[in-house]
Nanobody, 123 residues
Framework: VQLQASGGGLVQAGGSLRLSCAAS????????MNWYRQAPGKQRELVAE???????NYAESVKGRFTISRDNAGNTVYLQMNSLKPEDTAVYYC??????????????????WGQGTLVTVSS
C-alpha cells in the first residue's frame, strides 16, 4: 500500500488546516488509518486514529480540535485541524497496516507510511 499525504502549510494560531492521506492499493478496501506527528527534537506521537469500522480515538492534546474522517470510498482519510496552536507545529505522517474488504474481511499488511506533510502554526 502506498500512502500520499497532503494539505500541510503555514497558518496562524487559531486557524485551520485539513490534511489528506490517500491510499493506493487493492480496490474496494476500507483502510484504518493513524495520523502521527513529530515536532523538532521530539518523539513521534499518535494524534488520531480511525478503525476500519469507523471508531476514532484522539490524543488528549487535540481532542475537541481535530477530527479524523474517511471518505465513502474508504481509501482517503482526512484530519481536520481547527483552533491550531503553535505547539501543533510538526511534520504529520499517516500510517496504516490494516483494512477491511467489502464483506468485512480483515486485511493485514506491512505497515505503510506517508511521506509526511509539514504543518507550521505561527503565534
Amino acid at each position: 500500500v502506498q500512502l500520499q499525504a497532503s494539505g500541510g502549510g503555514l497558518v496562524q494560531a487559531g486557524g485551520s488546516l485539513r490534511l489528506s492521506c490517500a491510499a493506493s492499493g487493492s480496490a474496494g478496501l476500507t483502510y484504518a488509518m493513524n495520523w502521527y506527528r513529530q515536532a523538532p527534537g521530539k518523539q513521534r506521537e499518535l494524534v488520531a486514529e480511525i478503525s476500519t469500522g469507523g471508531r476514532t480515538n484522539y490524543a488528549e492534546s487535540v481532542k475537541g480540535r481535530f477530527t479524523i474522517s474517511r471518505d465513502n470510498a474508504g481509501n482517503t482519510v482526512y484530519l481536520q485541524m481547527n483552533s491550531l496552536k503553535p505547539e501543533d507545529t510538526a511534520v504529520y505522517y499517516c500510517n496504516t497496516d490494516r483494512a477491511s474488504g467489502w464483506d468485512g474481511t480483515p486485511v493485514v499488511f506491512r505497515s505503510s507510511w506517508g511521506q509526511g506533510t509539514l504543518v507550521t502554526v505561527s503565534s
